[in-house]
């Protein structure tokens, strides 16, 4: 499945934004999907999953609250709605798709056969 993100850009702290994922082929709908980013000089690190079939969420403690993970699977599009962001927040958001035979930890990049080109994300203070 290849994957493209979109909807990153520049928001003031407090404010909020919507990314998106689309997916190309018809087995969107059997992918759990994750989102990662990475700042500047740091790893890249989980933000949150949502699982393929039940469509349970998963969130990193720092978005826990503020982020909310939703699928598409008519539009083979997965979101992800940013509520509440802070600087730390700045990053590279990748969205990435794991498959349902994969069982690998849901937190690990390795998990992940395919990922997006990235979009970035800025809080300004």
């Known amino acids: 499945v290849q994957l493209q993100a979109s909807g990153g850009g520049l928001v003031q702290a407090g404010g909020s934004l919507r990314l998106s994922c689309a997916a190309s082929?018809?087995?969107?709908?059997?992918?759990?999907m994750g989102w990662f980013r990475q700042a500047p000089g740091l790893e890249r690190e989980f933000v949150g999953y949502?699982?393929?079939?039940?469509?349970?969420?998963v969130y990193a403690d720092s978005v826990q609250g503020r982020f909310i993970i939703s699928r598409d699977n008519a539009k083979n599009t997965v979101y992800l709605q940013m509520n509440g962001l802070k600087p730390e927040d700045t990053a590279v958001y990748y969205c990435?798709?794991?498959?349902?035979?994969?069982?690998?930890?849901?937190?690990?990049?390795?998990?992940?056969?395919?990922w997006g080109q990235g979009t970035l994300v800025t809080v300004s203070s």
């Open positions: 990435a798709a794991k498959s349902s035979y994969s069982s690998g930890p849901y937190a690990a990049t390795a998990s992940y056969e395919s």
């Open positions: 082929g018809r087995t969107f709908s059997t992918y759990s």
């Open positions: 949502i699982r393929w079939n039940s469509g349970s969420t």
